[in-house]
Structures are given as structure tokens and as C-alpha cells.
């Protein structure tokens, strides 16, 4: 069978829209005052399998496998593989730290590995032993080879997790420009963007130095990495000033909320980065010949799930409607 079209999985794709958790079924949910009566709304989603006395203790495996089928369903009828590797690649990078990790301390970790719908654990784990593999792609065997290289210097593991991760942006950037979606480069470059501005928070407020900050932060975004250097001098001051430079920066009006007197909100500028990346996909409606209807579903699947984990583990640890409210990703109008 010849390979489908963007145009002719589209229709596809809408289908499959179809069966989302709308808005107001999301906010009927946040309203539950009890599991019961979140399980009675559940019933009515596709989760419905997945709802029976006691669910809430075996939901996150359940969902796992959910998100594992739709991967598997989607890069069947993906007409560009690599589309959908770019946007599972997260759980490909973060299988190598956690393999790396697992070899180095002589434990088995497997469980704690990602379905990432691409390179199994059996071919990670021979390029991580053998530093060498011909069905890796180069940059991904070029990360592997930089963190032995590391380890053979080093007993330092948080090497593992800088190298890996700036590999992974590296990746990102460049598979971005060679499949030439402009819609999808931007969203990629936007990710490392604001990736670079967590990383730098996080550096000043740990008094990491150039040299260390050098290391993590990615030159593969919009914002210039020297700029972002100027603030990892442990200066007096220079936690205030990159938040004035946020302040000035394209990324002001998306990460405001998160932007506190003196201070940054961590687990909300998570959040608002989750949301401003879902907007990227909001204009897929009207694209019937390329990726973006696609990486569109992809994305709001895993919105999905991650607010269904939201909701079951406050109501489990008894959060309130408003704090679960406040923890609940953008859910995307398709």
C-alpha cells in the first residue's frame, strides 16, 4: 500500500478529535466533589475501560497504555515518521539518561523508561555499552559518545542530564529545519527558548557559574546564549535583572503570570510554557496539507492525560477545586 498523504490522514485525525474531553466535560470533572463522581463522568469518555471500584490505584499504568497505543496508531499512519519522533523524542533522551544511569550504578532501571514509539531499550542499552550504533540517528550516537567520554573523567552523574538534554534541543533544531515545516520550527525554537529561560532561572538562583551554564544552556533558540550568560556571573543583583530582561523579552506577555516580585513561580512557568506551545496548534484546523492537525492530536492527547493524572491525584490527596483548577494544562480548541 502506497504511503498516505497529510491530506488524506487528516480526515483521520478529526475523527480521532472527536473523541477528546472537551472543556466543559474537563471542568464538570475539576467540580467532582468525590472519586465516585469523577468515575461516573469518566464512564462517558473514551476512558471508559479504564473506570471500575478502585481504578484510581492502577489509572496511571492505565493511562500509560493509552498513551503507548495512541503513539502506535499515529506513527502507522504518520506519513513522516520523523514528525512524530520529533515530538517523542523527549522520552528517547530521557530512556538514554536513565539507561546511562542505571549502567553506571550496576542497577536495572527499565521501569522507569517511556514508550517512545521509535528505539527500543535493547537498542539503547547496546549503544550505551558499545558506543556505537547504525540505527541511532548520528546525534543521538553523538550524545551517547559525549556522555562516556564524561564519565570516563568524571563521577559526576548530573553530567549525564546536561549533556543529554542539550543534545536533545541540538536535535530538535536541527530535524526542525531539515523537514522545513515553518509552522513547526517555530514552535521548536519557541520550546528551546523558553527552556534556556527556565535553565537560567534556575542557574542564577544556584549560583552556577559561566562555565557550568555554558554547559546546559542551548544556542539552538532565538534568544542569544551570551545574553543569557551576562546573568551567571553571581552577581549582586542579577536574579532581579534577568527578570527585568524577561520582562522586555518576546516571551513577557506568556510567562508574566509566573513572574513575581523578585521571584519566579517555577511550577508555573511549567505550566504556561505547556499552554503557550498548545497555542501553536490551534491554527490546525485550517491546514489540510501538512503536519500541524497531526502533532495537533499528539499534543492534545498528552494534555489530556496529563490533566487526567491532575485530576485523580488531587482528588486522591484531597486538593481543593481551586488548587486543582490552577494545575490543569490549557486544553486546546480543536
Known amino acids: 500500500m502506497s504511503q498516505l498523504t497529510y491530506h488524506e490522514i487528516n ?10 474531553i472537551t472543556k466543559d466535560e474537563f471542568e464538570r470533572m475539576i467540580e467532582a466533589e468525590t472519586m465516585e463522581q469523577l468515575a461516573s463522568l469518566l464512564k462517558d469518555t473514551h476512558y471508559s475501560s479504564y473506570i471500575y471500584p478502585g481504578f484510581e490505584h492502577e489509572f496511571e499504568q492505565n493511562l500509560n497504555k493509552e498513551i503507548e497505543e ?9 506519513p513522516e515518521k520523523e514528525v512524530i519522533w520529533l515530538y517523542t523524542m523527549r522520552y528517547t533522551f530521557h530512556n538514554l539518561k536513565v539507561l546511562t544511569k542505571a549502567k553506571r550504578l550496576n542497577k536495572e532501571l527499565n521501569q522507569l523508561c517511556i514508550y517512545d514509539g521509535f528505539y527500543s531499550i535493547e537498542t539503547l542499552k547496546r549503544a550505551i555499552q558499545t558506543g556505537y550504533s547504525t540505527q541511532l540517528p548520528t ?8 556522555v562516556t567520554l564524561h564519565l570516563e573523567e568524571s563521577k559526576v552523574l548530573q553530567g549525564i542530564d546536561v549533556i543529554y538534554d542539550r543534545y ?14 515553518p509552522e513547526l520550527l517555530n514552535e521548536i525554537i519557541s520550546f528551546i527558548d523558553l527552556t534556556n529561560i ?19 544552556l542551548s ?3 532565538s534568544i ?3 545574553s543569557l550568560l551576562t546573568f551567571a556571573d553571581n552577581r549582586e543583583g542579577s536574579f532581579e535583572a534577568f527578570i527585568d530582561f524577561l520582562h522586555n523579552s518576546d516571551y513577557a506577555q506568556v510567562i508574566a503570570p509566573a513572574l513575581l516580585e523578585g521571584e519566579i513561580a517555577f511550577n508555573l512557568l511549567g505550566k504556561l510554557k505547556d499552554d503557550y506551545l498548545t497555542q501553536h496548534y490551534e491554527g490546525a484546523q485550517t491546514q489540510a496539507f501538512g503536519p500541524l492537525p497531526l502533532l495537533a492530536l499528539l499534543n492534545a492527547k498528552e494534555i489530556e492525560i496529563k490533566n487526567l493524572r491532575t485530576l485523580v491525584i488531587g482528588k486522591k ?4 477545586t481551586q488548587q486543582i483548577r490552577e494545575r490543569m494544562r490549557r486544553v486546546n480548541d480543536l
Open 11 to 20: 480526515p483521520l485525525v478529526r475523527i480521532k478529535e472527536l473523541e477528546l
Open 70 to 78: 495512541e503513539y502506535r496508531e499515529i506513527i502507522e499512519i504518520a
Open 139 to 146: 546525534t543521538v550516537a553523538e550524545s551517547i559518545r559525549e
Open 168 to 181: 536533545f534541543l541540538k536535535t530538535q533544531r536541527e530535524l526542525g529545519e531539515t523537514l522545513g515545516y
Open 198 to 216: 527556565e535553565t537560567t532561572a534556575r542557574g542564577i538562583l544556584q549560583k552556577r557559574n559561566r562555565n557550568f551554564m555554558t554547559g546546559v
Open 219 to 221: 544556542s539552538m533558540g
Open 224 to 226: 542569544s546564549k551570551e
Open 317 to 320: 490527596c484531597g486538593f481543593t
